[in-house]
């Protein structure tokens, strides 16, 4: 621990609104200068988008929706080894890619060849391109990692661009939509072509091992909700659960802390505030003074004009087993990408031994899955928050459209019985990296001294990922530290 402020009179003082990974990151970077912490969450749980609920019929922790990071994430893994999490990740070094005809194409780096070259393979690999798609490809790679990831950028339709570089239909199909999708969460035809050349730059032109796949091993409510909620009241942060803000206490052009839902006020000497683009504007607007900051009130208006994309986790439990390999991404399909279980805690006190040897658990991923809210599930499980899209035949189940994706791909399924589905969606997964974003999202500093932003939407450069996210909670610690004359990168280096 570094201690900085420790010694040196009495501790500032930083209220956190917000416990998702950009309140804790905030959390742990300022804990860890000598500030006193207090992080308030409105749930009884950290983690906020980052969670598991527990399923009634086998007791197990289930994610809501898989997460993954990659190597290239490099605050996301300062913030793993400072929750001491480390062993509870796996990093896996090959993508298990499945074309639409279900040839199995594992994809790693060529040996020796340094970046991007390491990826040839993996455009000659491809499935289901032929040899003209291929090169288009290469040809838009190499436009890729030219471009500049500045306003132009931003403002410019990746679409667009991609059909000025004339890139094959099968290489927008098969390539462009597979990467982005769910690298973005959202539609091709919908995102910035800065937010794609991020992608692509960081996570697979810049660095051989950019593209390796960060995995948790278990549950993401154990990692977020139990487990760092221990390390961080370890290191003297004060975690208050359950304990929703309704607005923000202002002093003039200050803040001066928060206002609770029982109309009790925390104050502090400086607030952060961690909560998602849409539930900014609310702390501001409920205010008690009749005028607020201007620049409060235009923030929240600009929080508000980011759009949404859902994605949805579709659990699926079945009769037998039908995946070897460690994950599956699907080249054009519904279903995008398949995980098998993860491990259990050892210390839930949970046997699902029985259970895992009856069923067998697949999650399936479905990034922008708007469409699926037209489909109907007639599982005993099914969820009512399907909120999502396809574009066969709608007068399907879910359950029959899952199964004839996945049959299509994976031969076993097609004898396999599918017992169970419930699919999870979150409408607001992500904010949508469209053309209008980059200008909508604030510098954490945007409010002045005592009121700093965070969050996966704030100005990061990054897209909503767990990255966006814990760099946020580190660039308004920095803010923070700064005004007490202790400049310090608590922002892990690049790759
Ligand atoms: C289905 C899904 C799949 C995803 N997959 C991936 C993936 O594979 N890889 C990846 O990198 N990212 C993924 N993401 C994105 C990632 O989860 C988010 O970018 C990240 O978790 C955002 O963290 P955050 O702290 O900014 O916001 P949040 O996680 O939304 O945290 C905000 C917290 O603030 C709390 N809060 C809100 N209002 C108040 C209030 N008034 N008072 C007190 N507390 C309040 C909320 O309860 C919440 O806990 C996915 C997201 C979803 C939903």
């Known amino acids: 621990m570094d201690d900085s402020l420790r010694n040196s009179g009495p501790a500032p003082s930083v209220i956190i609104v917000g416990g998702g990974l950009a309140g804790m990151s905030a959390a742990i970077a300022l804990v860890r200068q000598g500030v006193s912490v207090t992080l308030l969450e409105s749930r009884h749980r950290l ?28 605050n996301l893994r300062q913030l793993i080894d400072w929750l001491d999490q480390r062993e509870l990740w796996e990093i896996q070094k090959e993508l298990h890619f499945y074309g639409p005809d279900g040839r199995h194409q594992p994809l790693a780096a060529l ?27 290469a040809l838009g790679l190499r ?97 208050q659960l ?11 052009r200050d803040c001066l802390g928060v206002e609770l839902g029982d109309g009790s006020q925390w ?20 205010n008690d003074d009749s005028r607020e900051p201007d620049s409060w009130m235009e923030t929240a208006l600009r929080a508000s004009q980011l759009a949404s994309s859902p994605i949805s986790g579709v659990h699926t439990w079945w009769d037998r087993p039908w995946l070897e390999t460690p994950h599956a991404v699907l080249v054009g399909r519904l279903c995008q990408w398949v995980f098998p279980r993860i491990q259990q805690s050892q210390t839930s006190g949970e046997d699902s ?35 999502s899209q396809s574009s066969v035949d709608a007068s399907w189940s879910l359950e029959q459209l899952i199964h004839a994706d996945l049959a299509q791909v994976f031969p076993g399924v097609a004898s396999a ?32 001294d005592t009121l700093s932003l965070a969050g996966d939407w704030t100005a990061t450069s990054w897209p909503a990922t767990m990255e966006s996210a814990v760099l946020s909670g580190f660039l308004a610690a920095e803010q923070i530290l700064k005004r007490y004359n202790i400049t310090i990168c608590l922002r892990a280096p690049p790759l």
Request: hydrophobic letters at 45%.
């Open 267 to 286: 104050r502090a000497d400086h607030t952060i505030v961690a909560v998602p683009w849409h539930r900014f504007g609310p702390l501001v607007e409920r």
């Open 353 to 387: 031994s029985a259970q895992g040897d009856t069923e067998h658990y697949y999650q399936i991923v479905i990034s922008a899955s708007r469409s699926l809210s037209t489909i109907k599930s007639t599982a005993r499980h099914a969820a009512n928050d399907v909120d």
């Open 417 to 448: 019985k599918l017992l169970r589905l419930k699919a999870v969606t979150d409408p607001h997964a992500v904010f949508s990296a469209n053309t209008r974003a980059h200008r909508l999202r604030p510098k954490a500093d945007a409010l002045g």
């Open 47 to 74: 983690g906020g988008r980052v969670g598991s609920y527990v399923d009634p019929v086998s007791g197990e922790l289930i994610d809501y929706c898989q997460h993954v990071g990659m190597a290239c994430c490099t």
């Open 143 to 239: 436009s890729l990692d030219r471009v500049v990831i500045a306003d132009e950028a931003h403002e410019t339709s990746a679409i667009q661009w991609l059909l000025e570089l004339k890139q094959t239909r099968l290489a927008v199909e098969r390539f462009w939509k597979t990467v982005v999708v769910s690298a973005l969460g959202e539609e091709l035809e919908q995102v910035s072509l800065g937010a794609v050349a991020k992608v692509f730059q960081d996570g697979f032109l810049r660095h051989r091992d950019a593209f390796h796949l960060l995995v948790p091993l278990r549950p993401l409510t154990e990692l977020f909700g139990l487990l760092a909620v221990e390390r961080l009241r370890a290191a003297g942060v004060n975690v």
């Open 111 to 137: 040996p020796v060849l340094p970046a991007p070259l390491h990826l040839a393979s993996w455009l000659w690999k491809w499935p289901g391109l032929t040899l003209r798609d291929r090169l288009s490809v």
């Open 242 to 252: 359950g304990c929703t803000v309704r607005s923000l206490v202002r002093g003039g």
